[in-house]
């Protein structure tokens, strides 16, 4: 299976910055109607999915996460903030085989919308940080950012908590494959949580091959579920 190809494709395609309905920005590719992120509201979506039904289940905790798929780094960001409030140390890792580009990085306006101008220097180091090293953002807070294709990932139970917001189903059916989240299963601990804004019945099917315990729930503004599996 050739997963490179779509990638590649992607990158050449016209991509174009939008404003999504809770007034936060994303990418969006013109020729796929797909965006980075939900256009029902980016900032929406990241706190539903990834920390009220991902990171909120580990309060006081230390959390090790991988992100499948860093792009504009808006889950990250909010991770680094809602942990503060949870009492979390984080380990983050984002993959990332494409990095967005600095002027679409600048053009994101999640600093406002979240109103973090006290934090815009760690969401600018979080971009401007070398990939391949460990970076510690605060004494809370390590990331390690990684230029990646999905299928190349071989952590063996590394992470408590996986991020998995690869571009959907409709445009690359490749990223939800059993093969890949074979590889998401090896990656987390025991009894560690994978979750995603996805709800389509094939991807539910993949997970559950692999192993994984999945649970339906509600999902982000605009979208009616949403899965998140658990490594039994």
């Known amino acids: 299976m050739n997963y490179n190809f779509n990638i590649t494709v ?19 590719l013109q020729e796929w109607d797909e965006c980075y992120h939900s256009k029902h509201g980016a900032i929406q979506e990241a706190q539903h999915v990834f920390i009220k039904n991902g990171l909120s289940l580990f309060q006081n905790k230390h959390v090790s996460i991988l992100e499948i798929g860093f792009g504009t780094g808006l889950n ?12 979390q140390t984080i380990d983050y890792v984002g993959i990332e085989a494409y990095p967005v580009s600095s002027d679409e990085i600048q053009s994101m306006n999640y600093i406002q919308e979240l109103n973090a101008q006290n934090e815009k220097i760690v969401f600018e180091t979080m971009h401007s940080c070398n990939w391949e090293e460990k970076y510690r953002i605060s004494t809370t807070f390590t990331l390690t950012k ?13 992470y408590d908590l996986i991020y998995f917001d690869a571009f959907g189903y409709r445009v690359q059916p490749e990223l939800w494959s059993t093969t890949i989240f074979r590889s998401m299963y090896k990656a987390l601990k025991n009894n560690g949580v994978l979750v995603t804004y996805a709800a389509r019945g094939v991807v539910k099917r993949s997970m559950q091959e692999v192993g994984f315990l999945v649970e339906k729930l509600e999902g982000p503004p605009g979208k009616r579920e949403m899965f998140r599996a658990l490594k039994v």
């Not at 992607?10 to 969006?28: A, C, N, P, V, Y």
């Not at 990250?76 to 009492?87: A, D, P, R, V």
């Not at 990684?146 to 590394?158: P, T, V």
């Open 76 to 87: 990250c960001f909010i991770t680094y903030l809602e942990s503060k409030k949870m009492n």
């Open 146 to 158: 990684r230029k990646q294709f999905f299928e190349s990932i071989e952590d063996i139970e590394c």
């Open 10 to 28: 992607l990158f050449e395609m016209k991509r174009k910055i939008i404003q999504t309905l809770d007034g936060s920005t994303t990418i969006q």
